[in-house]
């Protein structure tokens, strides 16, 4: 029996351990994409200025949702070694994925105590999705992982698993004579902490980790002491969250209408996306079937309720509670294997090959990720062939472009550059707290407009003291005020404005 237990405990350890590794590996790579331009940029601001570093974009006096308290951390880091923001980000990654892998353990462990279950449900966090490769912030698949390890959603993610682990064990010491009261609601009060932070690092997995929270404190069936220090918990929160001095949170929730559009796309493909998921659907059945108020089975209710209601009612941003539906799903499916291990060989063989040929379809589909540490060339055609290439950066324009200089480019672009200290005019993402996004927008689009008048494009340089401009060589769009600096990699050009 201790032998039937110990093998399949040792394959998910070492599965879960190169998985580990291949992540680590990842960070000294640390591949560029995504909203990586914006985390830098906001360690870049905060960097030359800690109390009033305005928006991470623009170059305007405004608040930002991107300055969190983690981010604040890695900005006293920078401040204080001189490191470069991308080792500062690769510092940042480490401590994600450290929280993350042992915040996994935690909570994993308040569910099963078999040895395999917590290195099994990584395994399942990373690799029981679909087989339409996809990546966003917050959400859990391996080549999104690569690609957002050094974000603050991860870090986020990782507290709360911490956060849902604690919870648990402060549920069940409720009420304990052996826990003193003050020592009793100082717990819940540091719960309550940590939830703010949570949802000020990054709000999307604030919600997942509440959604957690909540199933978490309903599943143990708790009575009026319990829900009472919960209430003073998140009495705790909302003062954290209300005293927050870089942006208000509570204002956040008028920022709908600007987000909507850009995640219509997390409800597309949903069955090539999450189909791997269904496993761990029928494991959250059989556990709805043990016990009406298991804490995965409501917690996935609960996501699923909240992904449903924006899918109906065009909240689309509202899809960011995904993880909320598939986190307790990719568990149930690691828990209920390893619940059937140690049962009659028919069950054991079934569990086993069901959830393996799962883990090995979801690894195969994001087997690419391999190339953001291995060399493309050296890797076999069908693994190559599966690799995404990240983006280049900008790093060519820093021998000219010094911190704060003001440069015209296009969305892309933007996205990008202000990584290196740089402004751009408009922003590279939906701004909520800048006024005259709109107006800074339509600037761009009338600069690069082909047959703008020179007369419009110097007021458009005037107006946002535009020192260089940066779009595709021959286009068109740059007009005769400028003169080129240096090329760049796929045909872009660095201009200079000629004033």
């Given at each position: 029996m201790r032998g039937a237990l110990r093998r399949p405990s040792v394959v998910a350890q070492v599965g879960a351990v190169l998985v580990v590794v291949l992540l680590v590996l990842v960070v000294v790579r640390l591949p560029w994409a995504g909203d990586l331009g914006m985390h830098a940029a906001t360690v870049q601001r905060l960097r030359h200025d800690l109390v009033d570093p305005g928006n991470p974009l623009v170059d305007a006096d405004t608040p930002s949702p991107y300055y969190s308290p983690w981010m604040l951390v890695l900005g006293c880091v920078a401040r204080v070694t001189g490191f470069s923001v991308f080792v500062v980000l690769r510092i940042g990654a480490v401590v994600g994925l450290g929280l993350f892998v042992s915040g996994v353990w935690r909570y994993v462990r308040t569910l099963s105590v078999h040895p395999a279950a917590p290195a099994l449900s990584l395994l399942c966090l990373v690799f029981l999705w679909g087989t339409s490769l996809f990546t966003w912030s917050g959400f859990l698949g391996l080549n999104s992982l690569a690609l957002t390890v050094s974000y603050p959603s991860v870090f986020a993610l990782g507290l709360a698993f911490h956060f849902w682990a604690w919870l648990a064990g402060a549920v069940r010491a409720a009420g304990s004579a052996r826990a003193g009261w003050a020592r009793e609601w100082g717990l819940w009060a540091g719960l309550g902490v940590l939830w703010a932070v949570i949802l000020l690092c990054h709000q999307f997995s604030g919600v997942v980790a509440s959604l957690g929270a909540l199933a978490t404190v309903v599943a143990a069936r708790v009575g009026r002491g319990v829900w009472a220090r919960l209430g003073a918990g998140v009495l705790v929160g909302l003062g954290v969250l209300w005293v927050w001095p870089y942006y208000d949170f509570f204002a956040l929730s008028g920022a709908g209408a600007d987000l909507e559009a850009v995640h219509r796309g997390l409800y597309r493909d949903?069955?090539?996306?999450?189909?791997?998921?269904?496993?761990g659907v029928v494991a959250l059945g059989v556990r709805w079937w043990r016990d009406r108020?298991?804490?995965?089975?409501?917690?996935?209710?609960?996501?699923?309720?909240?992904?449903?209601?924006?899918?109906?009612?065009?909240?689309?941003?509202?899809?960011?509670?995904?993880?909320?539906?598939?986190i307790p799903a990719q568990t149930a499916a690691a828990v209920g294997v390893v619940e059937v291990w140690g049962r009659r060989p028919w069950w054991r063989g079934v569990g086993v090959g069901v959830l393996g040929g799962a883990l090995a379809v979801g690894a195969w589909t994001q087997v690419g990720t391999v190339g953001y540490v291995v060399p493309r060339g050296v890797l076999p055609g069908v693994v190559a062939a599966k690799y995404r290439v990240p983006w280049v950066g900008y790093h060519w324009v820093t021998p000219w472009v010094a911190y704060g200089d003001v440069v015209m480019a296009r969305t892309f672009a933007a996205r990008q550059i202000p990584a290196y200290g740089a402004y751009t005019v408009a922003p590279g993402y939906p701004d909520f707290f800048l006024p005259d996004e709109a107006r800074r927008g339509e600037a761009v689009r009338r600069y690069f407009a082909v047959g703008a008048s020179e007369g419009v494009r110097r007021g458009i340089v005037r107006a946002?003291?535009?020192?260089?401009?940066?779009?595709?060589?021959?286009?068109?769009g740059v007009g005769s005020g400028v003169r080129v600096v240096a090329p760049g990699p796929g045909g872009q050009v660095l201009y200079e404005v000629v004033r």
């Open positions: 949903l069955v090539g996306r999450y189909w791997l998921v269904s496993v108020r298991d804490p995965l089975v409501l917690f996935f209710a609960l996501g699923v309720v909240v992904v449903g209601l924006g899918g109906v009612s065009g909240h689309y941003s509202w899809g960011r509670a995904v993880p909320a539906v598939v946002y003291g535009v020192r260089w401009v940066v779009d595709q060589g021959g286009g068109g």
